[in-house]
């Protein structure tokens, strides 16, 4: 006779079209968070998750407005007091669709090609939050839930999260908790299980030079004033020495030194030189000197340019000399960086940097600090054993690259730390065009959180 | 009893409100070159002024179809042989008109404000070119034209006239002339009649910098590639040195020094460093060190970024690193440098200094030579009268900036010296939001070109 995991995990098994179905149709809904025009489809979005919370038996489910897009919330509270709670959390919101007429199908018309589901918010993470409920919905159909789960799900995650935390420090009570489960971290392969035990914080700005008043004739003006183009690509290209080091007076103090037991941790993961170079396209690897490809992407920090604007960008030719140029500038922290402290520490290279033939604005638009995870925790290994019983392998521990703002927001206001884990692949291409989840993958996954809620019961 | 000059320019300062209207006119036809949507509108715009010259009294008129935008062409050759014949060149498209919002009144609806006419084109050179026919208009009205005249109004200048030079080697017979006569350059200040004896060239290029082969999660990714938007800036950057040089092998080995009497006609003009700040609006003066500011903008090449576009660059954040970068990067020329030469600098200077972690495409879209005009030929010196006659003072002599390729044409295939002047200021804004004219300075230019005809005759 099988045991009632068995049952839920053949439950889950039956009902694979209509948990597709359900993700399409929420994928369907563009609720992209930063841009003003799809406000009301991220009510939309927050209006079926609701809805499909409730129809899977949740309860108490709530839309919390905030002072931007709302949080849902929902609870299952019948294991009992003396088994653990989880708080699921998860985005409902997504990226912008930009460029997009590289997109194969259009970004909100989800299509499966060869196995995989292409949409925006496929991966990340709408297919994540699918896939939890998904495993919930297979246990109370075929079992009294073991476990307490509440949800938070909110609809800023892409622009920062700027609600959240007030939501969370507004509602300790309702959202108290054992542990947090953060699907919203990643896979390294489809045939390799994750847990990502640390995580990268973010400053991300926005930088502009301005010059003379108005645009100029480049050949009237040309050679008497200093283009804020060109000065603004001199101070970007000062931030950073030949070798791939970040020049902001004071970057590095607070950096966590890489030690020797993370060094030998890293260099068990299969993410070399060829693995990036794969994933990338890109025509060869780049990194700060010393460190490897996994030290620069997990445990060093880094400072991107995440955009550039000036002048005629339009085809053809216009011979002008901007009156400004505009650069979105982000770093990722790690363990002890602040964000505050890498705002000041930018506007002192300005200070020293820019020449007086040009003024300048900074803006800070986000920031969040890195954080990581106890390996050896009782939620940890009950999920390590869950992906284990599926793939037949013990996870690897990462430590990941990208930031989950929320998950430091956990350990500060519930003192939950958080299992940040998820089944989305490295090439799934989140935030950009043609994002796509991997079904197999993701549906293996329906099947660890499953073992994952019976184990942490047991 | 007033002589005929006389006469024909009582008619002009009578008919001054008809002038107006017709240019105004004119203006509202939205002529941009650049445009694929405004190709209608060019070709409205050639079809007024081929009316126009008619109603003039011109004759022969023709529209010549080309490649691209149309050519105007008329003529009236009544003096006799013995007379000289002035080719009268124009252009009557305009730039583009981004960025749009920072026009108070808008660019095609042409409004007089403070003895101004604001319009896109309304200095750069639609009032220019109307000028000149209403000069002629005046005295064939009162007189019979005492030269013989063609005009040569193309529709394709503000994009590098690439189908000008073809026309012309095909029309030697029809477009032979003893001297053209150009307005397409300005004056310094309105009480200073300008001739312009110099032309920098111009070479005109986009670059285009590729790194990974889509956009990249800048957490997941992050510090294993070249930011494409970081390594252009790298690239661009190193193109000036800290003196204001350029940095392109070879970029300086042709360039004519500034003689000794260069030096002194050019110190006698009034556009210093403060000239420059209250022209620009800029923080402060840049340039070539070693060079005053009158000759780093007319005697001394340059090079000038004319825009970025990289990567996410809409209000909000988006965690990205681009694909791709592109700058659109031109140079100034001056005699003996090449425009092709500059070509093979600029792809010397990229191979030398791109980095194999990124690849790059250059494409050159425009580019010509540099030239100069003899300042004792009978042209000139008829011109340089009638400006004194009309401001009380003789012209002064500059080098401009810009560039006029059809000069160096003019001069290569029909063996015709250009007077370039005409009646725009510094600060009209030409290719700049609220472009405009300064009308009282543009009646006195009707004048000016009313004596010139006059005195080229005798």
Known sequence: MPDQRSIAIQFAHDHQDRF?????????IPSISTAAENREDIQAA???IANHLRATGMEHITIYPTNGHPIVYADYLKAG???????IYGHYDVQPVDPIDLWQTPPFLPTVRDNNLYARGASDMKGQVMA????IDAIVH????PVNVKFLLEGEEEIGSPNLDAFISEHKALLACDLALNPDGGMIAANIPTIIYTLRGLAYFELRVYGPAHDLHSGVFGGVVHNPAQALCELIAGMHDAYGHITLPGFYDHVLPITPEDHLELARLPIDEPYYLAQTGAPAIWGEAGYTPAECAGARPTLEINGLLSGFTAPGSKTVIPAWAMAKISMRLVPHQDANEVHQQLVQYLEEHSPKTIRWELTQMTGGPACSTDRDSPGVQALSRGLEAVWGIPPVFKREGGSIPVVASMQQLLKADSIV??????????????????????????????HFFYNLAS
């Open 421 to 450: 884990t998820g089944f989305g692949l490295p090439d799934d291409n989140i935030h950009a065009p043609n994002e796509h989840l991997h079904l197999p993958t993701w549906q293996r996954g329906i099947d660890a959180l499953i």
């Open 46 to 48: 927050a209006t079926y």
């Open 20 to 28: 597709l179905e359900e993700l399409k149709t929420l994928l369907a």
């Open 81 to 87: 007091r003396n088994k653990p709670t989880v708080l």
């Open 132 to 135: 939890s409920i998904d495993a």
């Open 142 to 145: 075929t079992d009294v839930l």
